[in-house]
């Protein structure tokens, strides 16, 4: 009897394996199933993905959103603590973006150039932008007129502020989405910590100025849908966010493979039905995107790929063009030693944007970034491409992420969050994960403290990164200790 009552046991976990299609951040890929206690108020049930990794549902409302909520709230005070601080040039990007959009009809969003600051994001932002201004024109109208350039009133400063502060709540729907299937309460807690509390955002988007919590917040749910296999929302979703930021673009490679080979592919053989679904629920949204502006195509992609602006930007981000041109400035010291003449003196950025010319080393083309980007990214996606499986899904991101940050044409050091926001996702699969991200968090933040240049920030953004180094390797220890 005991041996059947296993057996039943056992069919009945399949038979709702099969309705339940609970997801795994690739966390956990090392650990043995273990026996979960049923308790008074509620059972637990131990289910299998199809990537073969054990994920315990602890029930639909076990971990609701008060577990998370206290994490960012804590996260927004420090924030607005942070609306004095220091402000780059994109807090006056960003301001005459609103400007443009509220003040001129829409055929002339992307031509207008009375400021330097031209609109260079695709269609989704500059409605973004547009509907900021309707609430702009209520607080401090001022803010809108095109020839109020370099506006710095408090008014201005404290509505650009808040309303990175206020879109950040999709920034907390992400964190909450693909953490929802966590083992338990604590490691969701932790999870969320590490992707909320992360400097890099800080930085970025409330000293510096920039939205990209809410973009990578889009990003999230789009991964959870992956995770889930809704790969149809999951596509929409990434197409939403490329249509609001166009560098998500070095990470379509990794979408394109995974939901060809995961969801074309259907037990083996292509289904021209599933292909028609989602290229036509892709394209729909670039329709939607561009389709206002279908006369006008041309001068939108001039703004959005100005290949003009070198290949290094203005602060160059420590990739393999930095070791380049550092490369070349060594040679053109050697040269000087042994007096051979050298054709043409090294055009480098020098803090300006514009073309980059060498002195010694070959100049460089997109082409050529292109070509070395797409090699680099080659690996991961063949090794997708044979193991389409949604922890794989999650590195090919991360290493497409990684490869356009290092041999990208014109990367900006802000980039580099394109890899450690997917990377956090993964601290829980093994300690080999948490060492790589606590690394790669550490020195990818440092790499942005010449961003924060003013000495008043010198003081903030060395606690906001050692507290977030012993806050994340607290949690790390803490998520590993258990194994």
Request: proline content about 5%; charged content about 15%; some cysteine.
């Amino acid at each position: 009897m005991p041996r059947y009552r296993n057996l039943l046991v056992r069919a009945s976990i399949n038979l709702k394996w099969k309705r339940n299609r609970n997801f795994d951040l690739g966390i956990g890929s090392k650990m043995k199933q273990r026996r979960v206690p049923r308790t008074a108020e509620r059972a637990s049930s131990v289910e299998e993905s199809e990537t073969g990794i054990v994920t315990v549902d602890t029930g639909k409302d076990s971990q609701p959103w008060s577990d998370i909520l206290p994490i960012f709230a804590f996260a927004t005070l420090v924030k607005l603590l942070l609306i004095p601080s220091y402000r780059s040039t994109d807090f006056e990007v960003h301001r005459n973006w609103l400007a443009i959009t509220h003040s001129l009809p829409r055929e002339k969003w992307y031509y207008e150039d009375r400021s330097e600051w031209t609109l260079d994001y695709p269609p989704f932002f500059a409605w973004f932008e547009w509907t900021l201004s309707q609430a702009a024109q209520l607080f401090y109208p001022a803010m809108l007129d095109l020839d109020n350039l370099e506006d710095q009133s408090w008014q201005t400063v404290l509505f650009q502020r808040a309303t990175v502060i206020l879109s950040e709540f999709v920034f907390l729907c992400g964190a909450e989405r693909i953490t929802r299937h966590a083992r338990t309460r604590q490691q969701r807690v932790l999870l969320v910590g590490l992707i909320a509390l992360s400097p890099g955002i800080v930085f970025v988007d409330h000293i510096h100025f920039q939205y990209n919590g809410f973009l990578y917040g889009i990003q999230l749910l789009s991964i959870a849908a992956m995770m889930e296999k809704r790969h149809i929302l999951g596509g929409i979703l990434f197409a939403v966010v490329l249509n609001f930021k166009h560098i998500y673009l070095y990470q379509a490679p990794a979408y394109f493979v995974y939901i060809l080979r995961s969801y074309c592919f259907d037990g083996g053989f292509f289904s021209l039905k599933r292909f028609a679904a989602i290229a036509s629920s892709t394209l729909a949204v670039f329709a939607i995107s561009f389709g206002p502006f279908v006369k006008h195509i041309p001068q939108i992609l001039s703004r959005l790929f100005p290949f003009k602006r070198g290949l290094c930007h203005a602060y160059w981000a420590p990739n393999f063009w930095a070791v380049y041109a550092f490369g070349d400035r060594i040679f053109i010291q050697v040269a000087k030693v042994a007096k051979v003449p050298v054709s043409q003196t090294a055009s480098l950025t020098r803090g300006l944007i514009g073309n980059t010319a060498f002195s010694i080393l070959p100049d460089i083309q997109p082409i050529h970034t292109m070509i070395l980007t797409v090699l680099s990214q080659l690996p991961i996606l063949a090794k997708l491409w044979v193991d389409a499986t949604p922890a794989t899904f999650l590195d090919s991101l991360i290493l497409c992420g990684f490869g356009s940050y290092l041999f990208g044409w014109h990367v900006h050091e802000k980039a580099i969050l394109l890899v450690l926001v997917p990377l956090s996702l993964t601290v829980e699969r093994s300690p080999k994960y948490a060492r790589a991200f606590y690394i790669l968090t550490y020195t990818g933040v440092y790499s942005l403290f010449p961003l924060l240049f003013k000495p008043a920030e010198t003081i903030t953004k060395m606690i906001l990164l050692m507290a977030f180094a012993v806050f994340g390797y607290h949690a790390l220890k803490t998520l590993h200790s258990a194994r």
